[in-house]
């Protein structure tokens, strides 16, 4: 969906090293989620955000720290990337009647 | 703790058929099921939602079953298509929702 978009698509990293992902819409949505999704685990919530000053963690957010620097950006970082955190990362906003936009997905590999 | 999960991994039918995919949720306390389709290097896609004032509801090609008794969500497509291959998921929520939680996901093979 062109409205919600995440760069970089795809990285390559090591073990240590620090990553942001960073996630961009165009719907002027409010709220923002970062999620994570893993073969046979389904899509996990790390972070969301319902506002510019507002940031909540979700289930699996130890390891990473956001951003949200306008309505229409959110950044994931991980701060010193380890080889569980490989995964593909997936952005997404919520309209006020709950339907989620996500965005086409990072996948990330962390050697 | 809260689960959401499906019966069946994968569900091969053939185009034409009638598929329906099964979930199951434990969280009594939700009220809001949604279900998405997410095609191969694409984020889910927003196929139906329903609420749990209601048993049924249609869209194009889709319905959604929602049973309280036995906490039990399901999704019909009716006359699949080769198109309609990709892994589904189901999501629950509370009205109000700060977060959905998606089940693990069921991979629909179509074959022509």
């Known amino acids: 969906d062109a409205d919600v978009t995440q760069t970089p698509r795809n990285r390559i990293t090591k073990t240590g090293k620090r990553i942001m992902l960073e996630c961009s819409q165009t719907k002027g949505h409010d709220r923002m989620y970062w999620y994570r999704q893993d073969p046979g685990l389904g899509l996990r919530l790390i972070y969301y955000s319902f506002d510019v000053k507002d940031i909540n963690k979700g289930e699996i957010s130890d390891g990473y720290s956001v951003s949200r620097q306008a309505q229409a950006k959110f950044s994931l970082s991980l701060e010193s990337a380890i080889p569980n955190q490989t995964a593909l990362y997936f952005c997404?906003?919520?309209?006020?009647?709950?339907?989620?936009?996500f965005g086409p997905g990072t996948r990330l590999t962390v050697l | 703790g809260e689960s959401v999960g499906l019966h069946l991994p994968t569900l091969s039918v053939q185009e034409g058929d009638n598929s329906i995919i099964n979930c199951a949720y434990s969280?009594?306390?939700?009220?809001?099921f949604i279900w998405y389709k997410q095609e191969s290097g694409k984020g889910p896609q927003f196929i139906i939602d329903i609420r749990s004032n209601m048993d049924k509801r249609q869209g194009q090609r889709v319905t959604v079953l929602l049973n309280k008794t036995v906490k039990h969500l399901s999704l019909q497509i009716a006359a699949t298509q080769p198109g309609d291959s990709a892994v589904y998921f189901c999501a629950e929520a509370i009205t109000g929702f700060q977060k959905l939680v998606f089940g693990t996901g069921t991979r629909l093979l179509v074959s022509p």
């Open positions: 997404a906003t919520r309209d006020r009647v709950n339907e989620q936009f």
């Open positions: 969280n009594s306390a939700s009220d809001y």
